[in-house]
């Protein structure tokens, strides 16, 4: 499946915007603050409703206006239509084929959308809740149902938290409910994570060329069940009003000789890093899936050397996905000569 259509009105500098992407490469140049990227955020809306840049969609509506509107066609059964409108002080609609969606979860089983840009390396370097996130996305492309585990176990901590602020006669109560879903959740985290081990391991050799590891933490001891965890932590629970054993804080755990990758590789490596991750990501999901995500690359070429760019190359090319590439000048295109190509100058876009 692939992103036909594109249609923005009112994000960031763009106030109006259609453009027709190509199934294989799509080519958006532009100077710095001329609004390309912008593009790239139009399309992570309608494939995750948000943005790779702000988890305030509030933020990219142009100033002045009241409200955000994207939507496209994609090549899928039917060609349904995505849209997703962002309006001030309101929650985010969503809605495919014309019908306004459940939760805005079910964009990504219709346009799947991988992204790499010049904040990668926060997916190294920042919290366990990106890479919880990470996590998350893959397994929800792969095991039917969980979503609906991932969002009982979120309703039956929260539940469990206020039992330990408001009445701690109701633990028992909630405890079945977040250990039946917690261990689930963390055994769809942890099978996805062995069966992404091969292009890892792939990835991050011809990346990197160091033995970085890839493993996961549950987020309880590893020789405890989540039962036996929960029993363990009651007091502090209680002392706290939060539960701290459980897949909410869980992590891919990825170290360098032993050592956390955060703490121990340059900006630069942790960059290169977050892009394996990536990249083996959809490799595994391609290995999967009928569709391969689709990738946006926003300036690849001004983020990496040439060996490194090189190596990067041939990895993407691996994919056989749709890809939209942003650029200063249409000189700076690593991966050929564009199916599609256009110029964004104030936020206006031409076909060249």
Known sequence: MSLETLNVENLRCVRQASLELSPGRSLITGANGSGKTSLLEAICLLGRGRSFRTRNSERLITHGESRLVVHGRTSGLNRPTIGVQVVRDQATVARIGGEFTRSLADLSQVLPVQVIEPGVHKLIEDGAFRRRRWMDWAVFHVEQGFVETWAGYTRALKQRNTALKQDSRQLRAWDAEVIRLGEALGASRRSMLERLQPFWREAIAELLGLDVTL?????????????????????????????????????????????????????????LVAVALILAQSRLLQDLLPDTPLLLL???????????????????????????????????????????????????????
């Open 215 to 271: 493993g996961y933490s549950q987020g309880w001891p590893k020789d405890l069940s989540l039962a036996e965890a929960l029993v363990a932590c009651r007091e502090r629970d209680l002392a706290k009003g939060q539960t701290h054993a459980g897949p909410h804080r869980g992590d891919a755990v990825v170290r360098l000789d032993g050592k956390l990758a955060r703490d121990n590789l340059s900006r630069g490596q942790q960059k």
């Open 298 to 352: 926003d300036d690849p070429a001004a983020e990496l050397d040439g060996s490194k760019l090189a190596a990067f190359i041939s990895l993407v090319a691996k994919l056989r996905c749709q890809l939209v590439v942003t650029s200063l000048s249409r000189d700076q295109n690593p991966f050929g000569p564009p199916d599609r190509m256009f110029h964004v100058e104030q936020g206006r876009v031409a076909v060249i």
